[in-house]
């Protein structure tokens, strides 16, 4: 496979500074700020209505002490869904394909939601970590079993983050390169390799939605085994 088709994920530079702060900031500012105006414009009202969505799917499997975790798993919600969703558009950088990135996202979280368990309920969390009617023979075992499960979470988390909009990307770029490249040749061939790509970039959309909220949907579901 030619070695262009990765420059995509290529962390951009300027004058030799990364971009990748900039690009992680720049969604944010696409959100309208919220004002004490009793009318606001139709964007400010679906950007209301989407973050009472998300917080509602987020927070109603959740016992209240959890709720204390709605602001930062509906800021986490809303900022890779629109990197995700920016990532799509041509000649734009995607940060979410940076394993980097995901492991830095996913293993602070995840370690908080462990030192809550620990701390609030150290009992309980550690009884995770061995099944209940276990036989003595298996303890051993199965502890490190369930150990390593648990330690293996936040690089799940963010591999499967990455697999994901990785494989989109490049499944995309391979369809339309082809699709130019059959253009002089076999035209008809062409279009309709065109129309498959026009599919697939509508399943990358939902791809790319479905992967942020799997992503912080794991998050709450650890945090609920921990409070």
Known sequence: MNL?????????????????????????????????????????TLQTWLLHLIT??????????????????????????????????????????????????????????????????????????????TPTPLIPALI???????LIRPLALGVRLTANLTAGHLLIQLISTAAIALLPITPSISILTTSILLLLTILEVAVAMIQAYVFVLLLSLYLQENT
Do not use: C, V
């Not at 004002?35 to 400010?44: E, F, V, Y």
């Not at 002490?65 to 920016?86: P, V």
């Open 4 to 44: 262009s088709f990765f420059n995509q994920f290529m962390s951009p530079s300027l004058l030799g500074i990364p971009l990748m702060l900039l690009s992680m900031l720049f969604p944010a500012l696409l959100l309208p700020s919220p004002n004490n105006r009793w009318i606001t414009n139709r964007l400010s």
């Open 144 to 150: 490190m079993i369930e150990t390593t499960s648990l």
């Open 56 to 133: 509602k799917q987020l927070m109603t499997p959740l016992d209240k002490k959890s709720h204390k975790w709605a602001l930062i798993l509906t800021s986490l919600m809303t900022l890779l869904l629109i990197i995700n969703l920016l990532g799509l558009l041509p000649y734009t950088f995607t940060p979410t394909t940076q394993l980097s990135m995901n492991m830095a996202l996913a293993f602070p979280l995840w370690l908080a939601t462990l030192l809550t368990g620990l701390r609030n309920q150290p009992s309980i969390s550690l009884a995770h970590l061995l099944p209940e009617g």
